[in-house]
């Protein structure tokens, strides 16, 4: 990635949190995004791999694609995805995967300040977005 292209980034991320940068903990999320109320299962579209059907990945693909839809009209989406990049392992914030924000913390050298899920949803060690 180009630094003018890092930079572009960093801008649009800073710029949803008000100025602040990354190196700046956000340490909640914020609480008032398009995704409060919604059913939770959307952002956190998990199954178990081994035994898995194909229906219920297709499920988890659907959820996925409609989770994403709903973050890019949320006004909160960078403080999510902020929230997202330096404290969550798992689900979606502000439309990013949890593959995507990984890629993005390799390239932007974001520190991932906590591993492990703290709420347990469902049988699922995850953090409700909300």
């Not at 919604?38 to 990945?57: C, H, M, Q, R």
Request: charged share 30%.
């Amino acid at each position: 990635m180009q630094k003018d292209e890092e930079q572009i980034f960093r801008n649009k991320i800073s710029h949803g949190l008000d100025g602040k940068v990354l190196s700046i903990p956000t340490n909640t999320p914020p609480t008032d995004g398009a995704c409060v109320g919604k059913n939770v299962s959307l952002w956190f579209p998990y199954f178990d791999k081994e035994t898995a059907t194909g229906e219920i990945i297709r499920r988890a693909q659907r959820n996925s694609i409609v989770a994403k839809k709903i973050c890019t009209t949320c006004e909160n989406q960078m403080k999510c995805l902020a929230y997202g990049l330096q404290h969550e392992v798992w689900g979606i914030w502000g439309g990013y995967t949890e593959r995507e924000r990984k890629s993005l913390r390799r390239k932007f050298k974001i520190v991932l300040l906590r591993r492990e899920p703290i709420i347990n949803i469902d049988g699922m060690n995850l953090k409700q977005c909300q």
